[in-house]
RNA sequence: UCCGGAAUAGCUCAGCGGUAGAGCGGGUGGCUGUUAACCACUAGGUCGGGGGUUCGAAUCCCUCUUCCGGAGCCA
């Protein structure tokens, strides 16, 4: 027998097929039952019919419960009353295990719930839907760096201090070398990469133990962090944006019909490949003011903020050249400006907020240096990192992705949660 | 951490001082074309825990727990 996937059915039209998955529901009318199958790679409805099943394979078949497992054998042909789409009529049916009562019914469930259910929950049509344009998306950033002289470049997980020397880490006792904390960027490491390959990224899990509470925020995300010697700031923004327009293309190629399945505004994304406005800090807060906002020069955009920059914007906006002060010690002051650093966000419109932060690093010695000893960082535990401006230093950028976050705005959903298998949050480990 | 809100059947909720309800899911039966299928019957509850007010509390008050939404921090 042969097997296939479903998503393969359109190729088999007439043909005795096998398919292996389970049952999204059933509804039986008398002689006839239909099937919602799905495999992984799609669904199709199965039509079993009793005169050709016989009495005692039709009454098993009755059986089914919802995600009970089963082998379906059939012929796939054009549905009778669905134009595009297909069905099967089921020759055969072996069922692999009669599923219990299924906890997730077709009607609504609150998220509590649903987290509780994760494992299960994953399986539901916009999970699915998500959980892939996440692939197409991961998939999407590794394809342009690598076709960008980008070489993938692991940062380690385990550190033995703060990556930005800030108090948000995940700590854990490490033989007898004390303490060691849990990454929350790899981004120093990565400036090493360079100085060997040229241009680096790492894709991992990282961690921040913020007691964050917004739809924003997760305790454990993947986040892409690139690095690229001799790239100053202004060429900096243009990789940025010509990954993410690759990412919004590839993912309107390939996953059109899960951005149907979460009623995605797909002429939203569309626009959004376009050039991106560029605008800075000062210029933000201008405008801000100008709507009647009290922010000073000196702040932070907050959620609120961000929002009102990317009113009526398709594409999204860079906001560069930030005040010194509220940003990391690593980035590259402005020459025009010494108050300033040539950092960028890069800020999705349609509400989404901040996608990528980035920045060129300051490349000079005794600067960096001044700087590190101004913020009362440990200098000794970063000698390794001063070193790379000591041995051949050059002018080079970065910038880090966060993969939910970008998910989250491809698929137009609301809450990070959903973009990542088994999300972490300050209130939930579990499953 | 701060500010709001919620907790009643397996799930989603209604009931808001006087005998615990519906829809879905489960079970049984019916139906050749269903689309969260439909129809009939049926089982299913320490009304989150503790304390108080009252003749009487799911309902009012206090407290604890858990969760949700928002803020700050950031990707």
């Known amino acids: ?26 509804r039986s009318s008398g002689k006839l039952l239909f099937i919602i199958f799905r495999d992984g790679t799609g669904e199709v409805q199965s039509v079993a019919f009793k005169p050709d099943l016989g009495e005692e394979a039709f009454e098993q078949a009755k059986r089914l419960t919802i995600e009970s497992s089963l082998i379906i054998t059939g012929v796939p042909k054009k549905h009778e009353k669905i134009e595009g789409q297909y069905e099967l009529s089921v020759k055969e049916i072996k069922v692999v295990q009669y599923a219990e009562e299924y906890p997730i019914s077709k009607k609504e469930h609150g998220p509590d719930f649903l987290l509780s259910n994760r494992h299960l929950w994953i399986r539901a049509p916009k999970q699915w839907a998500i959980l892939r344009i996440r692939h197409t998306v991961y998939y999407a950033i590794c394809e342009y760096l690598n076709d960008n002289a980008f070489y993938r470049f692991d940062s380690p997980i385990l550190t033995p201090n703060a990556c930005e020397g800030t108090t948000t880490l995940f700590e854990l006792d490490y033989f007898d070398e004390g303490k060691a904390y849990l990454s929350q ?16 990224y790492d894709f991992g899990p990282v961690f921040r133990a ?55 505004d797909k002429e939203a994304l569309r626009k959004a490949d376009a050039p991106f406005r560029r605008m800075t800090h000062y210029e933000a807060i201008e405008y801000l003011r100008s709507k009647g906002s009290e ?9 609120a903020d961000e929002v009102a920059l990317t009113e009526g914007s398709e594409t999204p906006i860079f906001i560069e050249k930030w005040p010194k002060s509220i940003k990391a010690f690593y980035m590259k002051r402005d020459p025009e400006n010494p108050d300033l650093v040539l950092g960028s966000d890069l800020i999705a419109p349609e509400g989404f907020g901040e996608i990528i932060g980035g920045s060129e690093r300051e490349d000079d010695y005794e600067l960096l240096l001044s700087r590190m000893q101004a913020e009362k960082m440990p ?6 990192f001063l070193d790379l401006r000591k041995y051949g230093t050059v002018p080079h950028s970065g910038f880090g992705i966060g993969l939910e976050r970008l998910v989250t705005w491809m698929s137009g959903i609301h809450h ?16």
């Open 1 to 26: 027998m042969q097997y296939i996937f479903v998503k393969d059915l359109a190729k088999h039209l007439g043909e005795e097929i096998s398919l292996r998955g389970w049952v999204r529901n059933i």
């Open 185 to 200: 960027s790899g981004q120093l490491y990565l400036e090493t990469g360079i100085m060997s390959l040229g241009r680096v």
């Open 210 to 264: 913020e007691r964050s509470k917004t739809r924003k925020h997760l305790t454990e995300f993947w986040m892409m962090d690139a690095e690229a010697a001799f790239v100053q700031h202004d060429e900096n923004m243009q990789i940025q944006e010509g990954l993410i327009r690759h990412v919004i293309r590839s993912v309107l190629r390939k996953c059109d019909n899960e951005l149907d399945i979460l009623e995605r």
């Open 295 to 303: 922010i000073s020069h000196e702040s932070d955009l907050g959620a």
């Open 379 to 384: 200098i000794e535990d970063y000698q390794w």
């Open 416 to 431: 990070i949660r959903e973009t990542i298998p088994f999300p972490r949050m300050i209130y939930r480990i579990y499953p």
